[in-house]
């Protein structure tokens, strides 16, 4: 239990909801003032994004039906973390195999975020990946519609800069990345 004087105490914990991918849980939580109420979140395993290139330094980038937004949303390989993975760079090789049909030569971690920890308790895990080639085809998971569509760097933080791509994890990866580069972890 933590011991800053913002904390909040977790009298009851129970999951609300559960469906693929995420659940949603309900606490009973007393507050530092000692006001007893709810809170609930979506609750989720860790996952990664990967911002991979090929030889010829072209991104290697996906374009998805979200049904949430109701359009195709072009960005970045992301997806969970199977308890067949390894560790996190186990699970980055095989969520671009997955979704892109590309094995990369290296792959170096750029940064870990919560992305939205007042809604969420998901963890974010970036990887760069150098010397991505198509090696297989995608495995998609039932319910990915994604088709692969590689484009230069510039392109891709032009059509950010833009707000043609609105995709908040591949917006946070290309800043970090065009900001610190690879191999820069002032976070970890």
Not at 64 to 74: G, K, Y
Not at 134 to 154: F, G, K, Y
Request: proline share 7%; glycine share 8%.
């Amino acid at each position: 239990m933590s011991t800053d004087p913002l904390a909040w105490e977790t009298l009851e914990r129970q999951v609300a909801y559960t469906c693929p991918g995420f659940d949603v849980v309900n606490e009973s939580v007393r507050l530092p003032d000692g006001t007893e109420t709810d809170f609930d979140y979506c609750s989720e395993p860790a996952s990664v994004c990967i911002l991979p290139f090929r030889p010829d330094d072209e991104v290697v980038c996906i374009e998805e039906w979200r049904q949430a937004v109701s359009r195709v949303s072009r960005g970045l390989p992301v997806g969970g973390i199977e308890p067949e993975d390894d560790d996190l760079e186990a699970g980055a090789r095989r969520e671009l195999a997955e979704e892109t049909g590309h094995e990369a030569d290296r792959l170096e971690p750029l940064v870990t975020v919560e992305p939205a920890n007042g809604i969420a308790d998901a963890v974010l895990h970036f990887f760069v990946a150098h010397g991505c080639r198509p090696t297989a085809e995608q495995r998609l998971d039932h319910n990915e519609s994604i088709r692969v569509a590689p484009v230069e760097l510039e392109a891709l933080v032009d059509a950010v800069g833009t707000g043609e791509i609105r995709d908040g994890r591949t917006v946070l990866a290309l800043s970090y990345y065009k900001l610190f580069g690879a191999g820069d972890h002032p976070n970890e």
